[in-house]
């Protein structure tokens, strides 16, 4: 790489600022295990009744935290720009290298015989 020339200058610095936060967004309910809660089932005439565990579940209010920009800003105030230019050989230029190469063999040549 071959460093260029620089541009004029526009300016020099960049800022930038923002105020990021979460509020919580009510997405709805979710039923939740709470206990076992003893039900009787299968009562005789005599009032005697067998019991079974039977799970007991509550609403459970969801929220969900979501992002916000609060407050954002960008403060463009200059610029600089160098140019690199990477130096890159035309076809002509291997053309002329090859007819030299060829002209040094064939002069080199007649010279030995």
Not at 27 to 44: L, Q, W
Not at 96 to 113: D, V
Request: with cysteine; glycine share 8%.
């Amino acid at each position: 790489m071959v460093s260029g020339a620089t541009l004029t200058e526009l300016a020099g610095q960049f800022n930038a600022t923002a105020d990021y936060g979460y509020i919580s967004v009510f997405m709805g309910y979710e039923e939740v295990f709470s206990h076992y809660e003893s039900v009787p089932y299968n009562c005789d005439s005599e009032g005697v009744c067998e019991y079974r565990d039977e799970p007991v579940y509550i609403q459970v209010p969801v929220y969900q935290d979501q992002g916000v920009i609060g407050e954002a800003s960008i403060n463009l105030s200059s610029i600089r720009v160098v140019a690199n230019v990477v130096a890159v050989p035309e076809a002509d230029t291997y053309t002329m290298l090859l007819a030299g190469l060829g002209l040094l063999g064939w002069s080199t040549r007649r010279r030995q015989s």
